[in-house]
């Protein structure tokens, strides 16, 4: 494998870790670096299929000496029972969980006053309970009487986001569920902090806004320091950082992975939903690879 983290190769050997939603995007590259760092993956999240691909994928870059391993498991986060399934299995084949990242979620933008009680609920029972079952499933399963370390994905819509109101909603409450959290189980030696990313280029996070096409993540690279969008091995290499020893004083703490963008007030100024850019022809997800310097391998 060719060593792309910063971190020392065998710096998680032996340990295990679940990543929610770790077939794609962000989750894809945390547990890619995981697994580069030695540490045994079981990604996880509703569609099989392309878990199995994912894995399979990753498999072929784990040199024959690492400890390392990836499992493909399904589990539908908002499904508390699926859950418990999910964390009993890992359980038995690993015997530890060691790393919790709860990287699993996502959302569709709407108008809030057309948003039915349904595609609220969707959202929320992802974000936020998906969340919740994740944490509390791990802890009391494991983490209650061996300690270990929880990371969870969000993201920094604390200015408020037209078209967003249900995630934004969800995401600060993980925020404070964190905190909460952090100040609960640190008796038991569990770290639990938070990684808010900027915008990320990823293909299924680009695929999820089609019918706005690179035109909505475009309009974040003005308000971004560093004039580009982020990549996912940026966001990963900071949850490998928090799960780390070099960590081991951090709890509580949401993170902003974000090149600065957050500083910029006048982000929030984004235009109200019904006026977001839709994809101009022939603009396909190539053209936003101009805005990514370093390039994403995903
Ligand atoms: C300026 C900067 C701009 C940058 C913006 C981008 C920043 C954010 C980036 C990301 O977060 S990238 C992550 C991308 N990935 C995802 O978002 C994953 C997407 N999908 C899901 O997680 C789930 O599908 C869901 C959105 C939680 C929906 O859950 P579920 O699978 O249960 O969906 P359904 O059963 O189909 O729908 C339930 C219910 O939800 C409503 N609904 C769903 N989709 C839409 C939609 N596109 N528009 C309006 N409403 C929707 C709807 O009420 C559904 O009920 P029914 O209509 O089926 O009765
Ligand atoms: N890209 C970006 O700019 C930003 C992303 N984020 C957040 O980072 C995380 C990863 O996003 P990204 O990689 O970009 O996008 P992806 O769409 O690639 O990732 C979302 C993942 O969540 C999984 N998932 C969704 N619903 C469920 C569920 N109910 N149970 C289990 N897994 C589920 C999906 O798999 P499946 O469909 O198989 O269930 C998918 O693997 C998300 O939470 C996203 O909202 C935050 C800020 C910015």
């Known amino acids: 494998m060719a060593a792309s983290s910063v971190f020392r190769p065998g710096l998680f050997n032996h340990k295990v870790a679940i990543v929610t939603g770790g077939g794609t995007g962000i989750g894809k590259a945390i547990s890619a670096e995981l697994l580069e760092l030695g540490c045994s993956v079981v990604i996880s999240s509703r569609k099989a299929e392309r878990l199995e691909t994912a894995a399979e994928e990753m498999r072929q870059k784990i040199p024959q000496s690492s400890p390392a391993s990836v499992t493909p498991l399904p589990c539908n986060i908002r499904n508390e029972e699926e859950v418990k399934a999910l964390v009993s299995s890992v ?35 992802t974000n936020l309970t998906g969340t919740f079952h994740c944490c509390k499933e791990v802890y009391t399963a494991w983490m209650k009487q061996n300690g270990g370390v929880i990371v969870n994905i969000i993201a920094d819509m604390w200015k408020g986001f037209p078209g967003m109101a249900h995630t934004g909603a969800a995401r600060a409450a993980v925020d404070n569920l964190t905190k909460s959290l952090a100040i609960e189980w640190a008796h038991s030696g569990v770290r639990v902090n938070a990684v808010a990313p900027g915008t990320i280029f990823s293909k299924t996070a680009m695929q999820n806004y089609k019918e706005y096409g690179p035109q909505l993540f475009k ?32 709890s509580g703490a949401t993170l902003k992975v974000d090149a600065g963008q957050s500083l910029y007030h006048s982000m929030w ?22 805005l990514l310097n370093p390039p994403s391998k995903l």
Not at 226 to 238: D, F, N
């Open 269 to 290: 100024e984004i235009p109200n939903h019904s006026a977001w850019p839709t994809a101009p022809e022939g603009e396909n997800l190539e053209a936003l690879k101009e």
């Open 91 to 125: 359980l038995k084949q690993f015997g530890r969980i060691d790393f919790l990242v709860n990287n699993g979620g996502g959302q569709f933008s709407s108008p809030a006053e057309l948003m039915s009680s349904k595609g609220w609920k969707a959202v929320i029972d």
């Open 219 to 250: 309009m974040s690279v003005p308000f971004t320091p560093a004039k580009r969008l982020g990549v996912p091995e940026e966001i990963s290499s900071t949850v490998c950082f928090l799960l780390s020893a070099a960590a081991s004083y951090i």
